[in-house]
């Protein structure tokens, strides 16, 4: 009879750097597993047959097989069969909810701490980036030629898997860097940019070409593209960057930002640096972020790292009813972000010189579930009060990016200004025109991005090989 394997039943931690020392710095939280605890914990898989982790992956990653060799350190082995399915795996080790993916299914997970999955595969494209990548297969050249419009990771997915497929993929950017959210929103502190850009720099050597500052449907529509410059299809991945405003009183005040700006100025231009970086930002002593999802986490520990007294999430529900990941509630608490739940502004309130001085709230209850199946927020009549703060970043969320939709012929868009795709083939309305990630399902997650990447990329392959045929 086979010998019972011996439960380990919690995850191995992760050294992460102290929360006193960390809100002083922009170097990442969480320092990844050395090689010992890696194997330790590949060593907790029970490596089930029926493999349930692996339809939580939206990439759909062979995840028994990669743990299988990192427990066997075989660390080589484990990341080349981590990237046949997926292209940026040191960002989605970190950044992607595995609690409601692959390690939500883990068989050990129902009585204990699932296999920290993520860790795992963090753990193994880390090792690969420390040696210089290992070059992937690439099938003989195809003749085709697709465009890619956006370099987030559904745009970076979809151009990879096309590549490996032989086609000439070039990728069109509006902004100066590739990698879109990765680069401008996510901060430093949860996902190093230099690691982006390694795992980008690895889709230039399939042959994948990057043209950043070209903004499609200014220099030239996805129309243009088609009919004039050659390209015989079209993937558009533009995401969703449009920030929602709260449209109260006062909100056009000094001192009011959208997340987007707030973060694009600290991560892409690195306003953090200025004066050595020349893009400033101002915080004042007291922040007060508005919403209770990841950006505004991210927007909330980020101004306190950029010398804020206090930083507070003003949120109109409960902490129970917050979409952010557990994780980064933890974090940040730990961080000392302050949280005032069950509040929301209605009044912006400037001084004379048109700066920030406080914020006029409401207090909430809440009510019957809604249409998300979370208790509506009820505003409490005669609940008003005031909110001392001097910066007030607004991270209500935000809508698909809107001029790629307004400037393509044929192209049928949701009430939302999404585009519709069908999510099994990312085909669009137009023929030859696919889509995914943001721009389709609104904001979500980067696995989900690249997942709708993937699934285009599967497509447009069908689709070129059979005008060939
Ligand atoms: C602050 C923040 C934190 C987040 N944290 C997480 C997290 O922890 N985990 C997680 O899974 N998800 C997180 N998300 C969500 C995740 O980043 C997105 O769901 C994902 O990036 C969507 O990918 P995408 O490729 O569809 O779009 P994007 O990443 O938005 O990329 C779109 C790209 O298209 C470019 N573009 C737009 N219009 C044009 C045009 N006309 N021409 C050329 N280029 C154009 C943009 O500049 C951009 O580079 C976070 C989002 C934000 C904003
Ligand atoms: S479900 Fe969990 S224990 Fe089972 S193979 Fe997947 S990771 Fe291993």
């Not at 990312?426 to 990630?437: E, L």
């Amino acid at each position: 009879m086979a010998e019972k394997k011996e439960i380990i039943p919690k995850k191995h931690p992760m050294p992460v750097q102290d929360p006193r020392e960390r809100i002083r710095n922009f170097n990442e939280v969480a320092l990844g597993y050395d090689e010992e605890t890696a194997v330790a914990e590949a060593k907790r898989c029970l490596q089930c047959k029926k493999e349930p982790c692996r339809q939580g992956c939206p990439v759909e990653v062979d995840i028994p097989a990669f743990i299988r060799m990192v427990a066997e350190r075989d660390f080589e082995g484990a990341i080349k069969k981590i990237k046949e399915k997926n292209a940026l795996p040191a960002v989605c080790g970190r950044v992607c909810p595995q609690e409601n993916q692959c390690e939500k299914y883990c068989t050990l997970g129902k009585k204990h701490e699932p296999v920290a999955i993520g860790r795992l595969e963090r753990f193994c494209a880390d090792w690969e980036l420390a040696r210089g990548v290992f070059p992937q297969e690439v099938a003989p050249p195809t003749g085709f030629k697709v465009a890619v419009v956006g370099s987030g990771p559904a745009g970076l997915t979809c151009a990879a898997d096309l590549a490996k497929l032989g086609h000439k993929v070039t990728v069109f950017e509006a902004l100066h860097v590739p990698g879109g959210v990765l680069m401008y929103g996510i901060p430093e502190f949860r996902l190093p940019k230099r690691v982006v850009q390694a795992e980008i720099d690895n889709l230039r050597n399939l042959g994948v070409e990057i043209v950043t500052n070209a903004v499609v449907g200014k220099f030239a529509t996805v129309d243009e593209l088609m009919e004039e410059e050659g390209y015989d299809a079209v993937f558009i991945g533009t995401g969703a960057g449009l920030p929602y405003f709260m449209n109260i009183p006062g909100e056009n005040s000094c001192g009011v930002y959208s997340a987007n700006e707030f973060l694009t100025r600290v991560n892409l231009m690195k306003a953090y640096l200025f004066p050595a970086w020349d893009t400033p930002i101002k915080v004042g002593r007291k922040v007060a972020v508005i919403g209770g999802g990841n950006v505004a986490m991210d927007a909330a520990r980020t101004a306190l790292r950029l010398g804020a007294e206090e930083s507070w999430i003003v949120y109109r529900r409960t902490e129970k009813e917050m979409p952010a990941r557990h994780e980064e509630v933890e974090n940040a608490k730990e961080e000392g972000i302050k949280f005032a739940f069950l509040t929301n502004p209605v009044r912006i309130l400037a001084d004379e010189h048109g700066w920030v001085k406080g914020m006029e709230c409401l207090r909430y209850e809440l009510g019957e579930p809604d249409e998300s199946g979370r208790r509506r927020p009820v505003p409490i009549p005669g609940s008003e009060f005031i909110m001392e703060v001097d910066t007030v970043v607004v991270a209500i969320g935000q809508a698909p990016n809107p001029l790629v939709p307004r400037t393509t012929r044929g192209l049928e868009i949701g009430k939302k200004g999404n585009i519709v795709a069908d999510p099994a083939t990312g085909a669009t309305s137009k023929p030859g025109v696919f889509a995914g990630g943001d721009v389709v399902t609104g904001a979500a997650t980067v696995i989900l991005a690249m997942g709708a990447g993937r699934i285009a990329a599967r497509s447009i392959h069908a689709y070129l090989m059979s005008k060939k045929a």
